[in-house]
């Protein structure tokens, strides 16, 4: 990979067309959503997204989320259904991803999908990040834009931490306001399946759609491709449910406690999602092993929870 001057952009008309002629041109530019910033490529252009696995240095089996502009757009590449349709009134533009059987004519390039039948859309609620894919006019292929097993990036600055000198550009439009990754919901087959817990909580889903959602099977690595158990991995190691640091430790708390840094001071599981990656990167940057507070294990808690055990979990 040749390394190359990262250009840092940001939100004015002149900025965002720049960045989509570029992704049109088949560079790599990333962006920010409302979950975390991605790593947008040409969702078309197979050669621009061989250089997304590339720079993350991502296994090649897992496959990525197609952002469009509006639910129309999405139309245009899956077959789209009822269901689909209930949550796009009700979730789109927003942390929802769902995943559908690919439409004849889409014109994806095959290692999106990883050589899947199905396709991950979504459409982003981040102002910049819809003003960009209208200029694109096309599906962006964006994973997280963080080299992979890292933590994921909520900031420009967390982006160029890992990936500066690695890719064309940059746009930046300050922090994400979600800051976990998006709901990844499988429609695909005969029932609603969570694929992955995310910015949108099941529970949401659950009301909107009148029933409950069936847990992905962790057995099967086609209904959570890429779901590896070590991600989001900070340097240092990471303990769970810690009520106090042990020597040495610096404390992630949660909820009024004498902590190091707190995800939120009120106990507010939103909040707390925001400042998630954030406050890892910035305890990683200390070069001391973390210990986390417990957090329910409810609403946007269970992607905390998740991404939490992921970071704590044995590394391969
Ligand atoms: O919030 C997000 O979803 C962010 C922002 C940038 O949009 N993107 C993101 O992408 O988290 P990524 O690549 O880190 O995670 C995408 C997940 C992977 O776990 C992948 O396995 C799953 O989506 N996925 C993609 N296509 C799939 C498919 N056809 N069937 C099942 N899972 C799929
Ligand atoms: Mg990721």
């Given amino acids: 990979m040749s390394s190359q ?33 991605g790593l947008g490529a040409d969702a078309r252009n197979g050669e621009a997204v061989a250089a997304v696995y590339e720079t993350k240095g991502r296994p090649s089996f897992n496959p990525l989320i197609a952002h469009v502009h509006s639910t129309q757009a999405a139309q245009e590449l899956v077959q789209w259904n009822s269901v689909a349709d209930r949550l796009a009134k009700a979730f789109w533009p927003g942390p929802l991803t769902l995943v559908l059987p690919l439409r004849e004519g889409h014109g994806i390039s095959g290692l999106v999908t990883a050589g899947l039948s199905t396709l991950a859309v979504r459409v982003p609620a981040q102002p910049t990040a819809l003003r960009l894919l209208e200029h694109v006019g096309g599906p962006v292929a964006a994973p997280s834009a963080n080299p992979s097993g890292r933590i994921s990036p909520t900031s420009a600055a967390h982006v160029l931490a890992g990936l500066s000198g690695k890719i064309t550009a940059v746009v930046d439009d300050g922090p994400c306001s979600v800051g976990v990754e998006s709901t990844i919901l499988g429609l695909a087959g005969p029932a609603p399946v969570l694929l992955r817990p995310g910015g949108l909580a099941a529970e949401e889903i659950e009301t909107v759609l009148g029933r409950s959602l069936v847990q992905r099977d962790a ?22 449910n810690a009520s106090k640091a042990r020597e040495g430790e610096l404390l992630l708390g949660f909820g009024p406690m004498n902590c190091d840094l707190s ?49 704590a979990a044995p590394r391969s």
Avoid: M, W
């Fill in 263 to 311: 995800l939120s001071e009120t106990g507010d599981l939103a909040q707390a999602a925001a400042n998630l990656f954030d406050h890892l990167h910035r305890l990683d940057a200390k070069g001391c092993p973390i210990a986390v507070a417990p957090i329910p294990e409810h609403g946007l808690g269970v992607a905390i929870n998740d991404r939490l055990r992921r970071a």
């Fill in 219 to 240: 057995a099967d690595p086609l209904t959570a491709p890429g779901q590896l158990l070590s991600h989001y991995a900070p340097q240092a190691s990471v303990r769970l």
């Fill in 5 to 37: 001057n990262t250009e840092i952009l940001g939100t004015s008309d002149q900025d965002l067309r720049r960045a989509a002629d570029l992704l049109k041109a088949g560079q790599l530019v990333s962006f920010p959503t409302e979950t975390v910033y």
